[in-house]
């Protein structure tokens, strides 16, 4: 018999087993990522983006079961994938930057252009300053012993409990805590981390909807697909939010042009105008009242697990 593979909980397999299966196929692509050649610029890249991506899949895994763990153990596991996540970020936002500089155009009423060639040049050369400083093993490479560990823990988690109160206890944390952090990133008035986290908890949710697909499959699908959305909206945001910081950190970066702080006003520029467009969005998803979507889920599960 081949076993399922997929981000999502099979109609016959039980809650338990179809997360331990989950997170376990999520470490082997992370070890597969981590163990891509660090001489090779573009693999190096690719690899960075995957490994944190199954890193934040498998922490919407474990926040979907918290529920039917034991305290500690969420604590440890969610701990050990938001570090080694973390482990990665210095590369990934050396590529995002360079990804970002090219947007940076001239805005409605300055009067010259800035010279963004001249930015990303800069940005090149930091990001492989920064690439010629990992040792042989560096920080990708690093991972791998620990994430074979990793693996060998979460084929041992125990989950108990009606798989019911444990699925949609965890789903119906996600989207409340969404929707309680959308509403506080329009109305904080800070652009920087409040939208983080808000896209943090957006990522929370469709990773979780992905991975009980089952309720209704096409439904399912075109929510997450809509989520999604969603999270590039802030995802993008937030990239033009880290150059806007980085480039008031490292004066470097602009030194010698005639107006050194258009490049971080236009950065903050197109963070605003995403923050906005995804506004709509963000309401639609989070329309209902957080009882109300539990309510409506829990009736699918009823019909999806009869």
């Known amino acids: 018999m081949i076993a399922p593979i997929g981000f999502y909980a099979h109609d016959d397999e039980p809650l338990s087993r179809a997360v331990r299966r989950i997170v376990g196929e999520q470490i082997a692509l992370a070890l597969g990522a981590v163990r891509a050649n660090p001489d090779d610029p573009e693999l190096l890249e690719a690899g960075v983006h995957e490994a944190r991506r199954t890193f934040k899949k498998i922490r919407a895994a474990l926040r979907l079961v918290r529920h039917g763990m034991a305290a500690g153990t969420f604590q440890r596991e969610n701990r050990f994938f938001r570090d080694a996540g973390r482990a990665l970020s210095p590369l990934r936002d050396a590529d995002v930057l360079v990804a970002t500089a090219g947007p940076l155009g001239r805005l409605p009423g300055e009067e010259g252009p800035v010279p963004v060639r001249v930015l990303r040049r800069r940005l090149l050369e ?37 798989e019911e109160d444990v699925a949609l206890g965890g789903l119906h944390t996600a989207y409340e805590r969404g929707r309680a952090a959308m509403v506080e990133a329009y109305h904080s008035g800070a652009h920087g981390h ?20 089952g309720l209704w499959p096409q439904v399912q699908a075109a929510v997450a697909s809509e989520m999604h959305r969603l999270t590039d909206f802030l995802g993008t945001a937030n990239d033009f939010q880290v150059m806007a910081t980085t480039l008031r950190r490292e004066p470097d970066l602009v030194r010698g042009l005639r107006d050194p702080l258009a490049l971080e006003r236009r950065a903050r520029f197109h963070r605003d105008r995403l923050a906005a467009e995804a506004r709509p969005l963000g309401e639609r998803l989070y329309a209902e009242a957080p009882e109300t979507f539990r309510e409506r889920h829990q009736a699918l599960w009823s019909a999806w697990r009869r």
């Open 126 to 162: 930091r990001r492989t300053r920064l690439r010629a400083g990992l040792p042989a093993d560096g920080a990708p490479v690093r991972l791998a012993p620990s994430l074979e560990a990793a693996a060998r823990r979460a084929a041992r988690w125990r989950i108990s409990g009606p």
């Open 194 to 213: 409040r939208f983080h986290d808000w896209r943090k908890r957006a990522k929370d949710l469709r990773y979780q909807l992905e991975l009980l697909r």
